[in-house]
T-cell receptor, first 112, second 112 residues
Framework: SQKIEQNSEALNIQEGKTATLTCNYTNYSPAYLQWYRQDPGRGPVFLLLIRENEKEKRKERLKVTFDTTLKQSLFHITASQPADSATYLCALEGTNAGKSTFGDGTTLTVKP | DAGVTQSPTHLIKTRGQQVTLRCSPKSGHDTVSWYQQALGQGPQFIFQYYEEEERQRGNFPDRFSGHQFPNYSSELNVNALLLGDSALYLC???????????FGPGTRLLVL
C-alpha cells in the first residue's frame, strides 16, 4: 500500500539556521508533490508544489527538491525564524488532482 | 475575498448520532474536497465533489456521505457516529485543472 514518511515528528533548531525536513514515499508514482504549513487548530496552508519532472523549486527562503529515483523530497527553510515554528506536511498527488495523500507532518520549533 | 469557510467550528456529539458539517468554497472555486485529520496525523482524503457529483472517494465507509449545492457549497454527513470519528474535518476548494487546494479552518468534532 502507499506509504508516506516524514523524517521525524519534531525538529528543533536555532534561529538563523537552515531547517531541513524529509518526505519519503513508497508504492507511489506521484505526478507532483506539495508542501503545506499547518498551525495548531488551523487548516493547512499551501507553500510549494514541485512536479515529477522538476528537481528543485524555490520561493523566498523556501526550497524544495524532488528525487523520484530515491522517492524523496527535501524541504528547506533558510535563515529560520521563530515565526516559522509550525507543523509541515508533505502531500502527494497522482493524476487525479484534489485527492492528496498526506504524511503525518514534522513539527518544527525555531528557538530564538 | 473570503477564503474557505466552515461551520460549525466545534461540535460535540454522542455515539450513534448523526452530524452535518458545512463548507463554502473560495470565491470562484467549484471543486470541494473533504478530509479527516485525527490528532497528530496528516489529513486523510474522504471524497471530492464537482458539479454536484462525487468524483473521487477515499477509504471511508458509507456512513460518510456528502452533497454539493448549485452554489458550490458542500455538506459532509456522518451517520451512526463512532468514538473514532472524533477528528478535525477539513474542507478544501480548488479550480478544476489546477493543483493548489485552499483549506478552511476545519470543524473539530468530538464524539463521546
Amino acid at each position: 500500500s502507499q506509504k508516506i514518511e516524514q523524517n521525524s515528528e519534531a525538529l528543533n533548531i536555532q534561529e538563523g539556521k537552515t531547517a531541513t525536513l524529509t518526505c519519503n514515499y513508497t508504492n507511489y508514482s506521484p505526478a507532483y508533490l506539495q508542501w503545506y504549513r499547518q498551525d495548531p487548530g488551523r487548516g493547512p496552508v499551501f507553500l510549494l508544489l514541485i512536479r515529477e519532472n522538476e528537481k528543485e523549486k524555490r520561493k523566498e527562503r523556501l526550497k524544495v527538491t524532488f528525487d523520484t529515483t530515491l522517492k524523496q523530497s527535501l524541504f528547506h527553510i533558510t535563515a529560520s525564524q521563530p515565526a516559522d515554528s509550525a507543523t509541515y506536511l508533505c502531500a502527494l498527488e497522482g493524476t487525479n488532482a484534489g485527492k492528496s495523500t498526506f504524511g503525518d507532518g514534522t513539527t518544527l520549533t525555531v528557538k530564538p | 475575498d473570503a477564503g474557505v469557510t466552515q461551520s460549525p467550528t466545534h461540535l460535540i456529539k454522542t455515539r450513534g448520532q448523526q452530524v452535518t458539517l458545512r463548507c463554502s468554497p473560495k470565491s470562484g472555486h467549484d471543486t470541494v474536497s473533504w478530509y479527516q485529520q485525527a490528532l497528530g496525523q496528516g489529513p486523510q482524503f474522504i471524497f471530492q465533489y464537482y458539479e454536484e457529483e462525487e468524483r473521487q472517494r477515499g477509504n471511508f465507509p458509507d456512513r460518510f456521505s456528502g452533497h454539493q449545492f448549485p452554489n458550490y457549497s458542500s455538506e459532509l454527513n456522518v451517520n451512526a457516529l463512532l468514538l473514532g470519528d472524533s477528528a478535525l474535518y477539513l474542507c478544501a476548494s480548488s479550480l478544476p485543472g489546477t493543483e493548489t487546494q485552499y483549506f478552511g479552518p476545519g470543524t473539530r468534532l468530538l464524539v463521546l
